[in-house]
């Protein structure tokens, strides 16, 4: 686990680019750690030249750095991506890999707070990037998510076959919680998912882990799109329903969620945009719950770094039992 550098230790390092030539680095500043950032750690820089966030991820993720370096840089002519201006895979004194990036003024939202013009600016920046056809990087050419919708269904096949050799099978309750999801999931079986809508998809670039909780109202007209170190290749459509769909945005306003998704396919070349999107929004529902139902049974194994605590079990039942309802209604 990793453990919270002190302050003291990030103000060394910060000397230590200094001296090396940074100019954003040089003179005073003021250090305060932030809240935010399930497995990472992050401070609030501020200089004379400045506001950065300076981000400490855990040890053994240097990959995450290295592709949200990359697609930071990518996208840095793009209105509503931070722009990186230091990355160290072995940062000097904090024994990690760290990256500075310009620190974007305002707050995550709150998706009850989310207005039409919200959704219409942050589908817009996607859009901009699923557009591009060329990553520009190997490491950004990755997979990281599903291609089509098979992708998912095999994803559930394999946590329900996990799920199934599980001690908690022993629990009444829990057991018949998963048969109640594998229901579910044969309910899928019976259903026409399309899957020659995706006969000549090909994957594009995407933020990776796309929810409200990454997402910045910088002031009333503009919003932003934080925390890249997920970005690579996968089916944007899976993206951007997986959005719409997560258990941060159940808060979006009524009727906002469809309006999106009409907004997206709008702006989408792909002549069968639509009819991708109404498969997802039947699969994606029964993968949360296939998804908290492992979340449930690995819970005293799940990896919590010291300056988190792990949402409530009572909370993650609440959770599954609501997708349920949504997954049987949009099966029905």
């Known amino acids: ?57 855990p040890h053994d993720r240097v990959r995450r750095l290295e592709r949200e370096y990359a697609a930071m840089g990518r996208l840095s002519a793009l209105e509503g991506v931070p722009v990186a201006v230091s ?54 050419a990755r997979p990281v998510g599903p291609s089509r919708p098979e992708d998912c269904l095999r994803y559930m096949d394999e946590s329900l076959r996990t799920l199934s050799a599980s001690t908690t099978m022993n629990d009444p309750s829990f057991r018949r919680t998963a048969d109640r999801l594998r229901e579910l999931r044969r309910s899928l079986d019976r259903m026409d998912l399309r899957p020659a809508l995706w006969a000549d998809a090909s994957p594009r670039l995407c933020h990776g882990d796309f929810r409200p909780a990454n997402v910045i109202k910088e002031d009333p007209d503009r919003v932003a799109l934080v925390d890249w170190e997920h970005a690579g290749i996968m089916d944007p459509f899976y993206e951007v329903a997986g959005f719409l769909w997560h258990p941060e945005s159940l808060g979006l306003e009524a009727g906002l969620r469809e309006a999106a998704i009409a907004g997206y396919c709008e702006r989408s070349a792909d002549p069968y945009a639509s009819g991708k999107m109404e498969v997802y929004q039947a699969i994606l529902p029964v993968q949360w719950c296939v998804r908290v139902l492992s979340l449930i049974e690995g819970y005293g194994r799940q990896a919590v770094q010291p300056w988190n605590e792990p949402r409530p079990l009572e909370a993650l039942w609440g959770d599954l039992e609501r997708y349920i309802g949504m997954a049987a209604q949009r099966l029905v």
């Open 1 to 57: 686990m990793n453990q919270q550098p002190a302050p003291e230790a990030v103000s060394r390092y910060l000397a230590r680019l200094a001296s090396d030539g940074h100019a954003f680095a040089a003179g005073r500043h003021s250090i305060r750690p932030m809240a935010g950032g399930f497995n990472n750690r992050i401070y609030e820089v501020d200089t004379g030249n400045g506001s950065y966030l300076l981000k400490v991820y």
């Open 87 to 140: 990355a160290d895979a072995r940062a000097a004194g904090l024994n990690a890999p760290v990256l500075i990036y310009e620190k974007l003024p305002g707050s995550p939202v709150e998706p009850a707070g989310m207005t039409r013009e919200d959704l219409e600016q942050l589908l817009g920046i996607v859009t901009r990037v699923h557009g591009i056809q060329d990553p520009g990087d190997s490491v950004l």
